[in-house]
């Protein structure tokens, strides 16, 4: 499978605002060290992305925006059978999954630091993934900011184009209008079904936070049925 040649919109506002951030000793020399092992250069060579969907046996688990990576090894350490893929572009958190990663020897496992949209668009064929995980996407709370919002109806789309026939989204946020807007958009995109046994996963660190907080988790699961 080649990726499409004709990609949905690209997408001109970005979800994220890339921070410099406060990076650990430990996590840069596991960027040194681990990075070249675990990480995908997507601009330079795409191919081994591609490499990923080649055995089609394989299951191909995405998550977006894995923040220290804690569900992102869990994933791959229980689903050891499968292609599982972290996309983030916050180097510190992907040092700490990088030193996690090592640490438990993980083989099945491919990290980019790059946006999503464009990763989606540009490098992943169509019907290829089955599980993709969104997990507290930055929520952009003032109104005049919601537009940065990750999902939005054309990603909703192109997520579409990308899973396989019965694959699915599982998504978790803390903001209730947000939470809203996404089970409107996937009650009015044909062919996502909501399920009802929302899969296993494991605590992410903002989510702990946001528990401390007393925030209500709002999580959802919807399963494309073609």
């Known amino acids: 499978m080649k ?4 990609p949905n919109s690209l997408r001109t506002i970005k979800s994220y605002v890339r921070r410099s951030g406060r990076i650990t000793d430990s996590q840069r020399k596991a960027w040194n060290n681990y990075w070249p092992c675990y990480g995908i250069d997507i601009e330079n060579d795409p191919n081994r992305l591609v490499e990923l969907f080649k055995d089609t046996k394989k299951r191909v688990v995405l ?4 923040g220290d990576g804690d569900n992102l090894i869990a994933t791959a350490i229980n689903e050891t059978s499968s292609n599982v893929i972290g996309i983030e572009v916050y180097r510190s958190g992907i040092g700490h999954c990088l030193i996690n990663a ?6 099945n496992l491919k990290i980019i630091c790059f946006d999503a949209v464009e990763v989606l668009n540009q490098h992943i064929p169509n019907n290829s993934i089955d599980t993709v995980n969104i997990f507290f996407p930055d929520p952009w ?12 109806e054309t990603f909703v789309l192109l997520l579409k184009s990308k899973l396989t026939n019965h694959g699915l989204v599982h998504i978790c946020t803390d903001w209730p209008d947000y939470n809203e807007d996404i089970r409107k958009l996937f009650k009015h995109i044909k062919n996502f079904k909501p399920v009802e046994n929302i899969p296993e996963r494991t605590q992410t660190k903002y989510e702990k936070k946001a528990m401390a907080l007393e925030h209500v988790i709002y999580e959802s699961a919807y399963r494309l049925v073609l």
């Not at 990726?3 to 004709?6: D, F, I, L, T, V």
């Not at 998550?63 to 894995?66: H, K, R, S, V």
């Not at 005049?144 to 939005?152: D, E, N, T, V, Y």
């Open 141 to 152: 709370p003032k109104k005049r900011h919601r537009k940065r919002r990750l999902i939005s």
């Open 3 to 6: 990726p499409s040649s004709k």
């Open 63 to 66: 998550e977006i925006g894995f």
């Open 102 to 107: 090592k640490k438990n020897n993980l083989k």
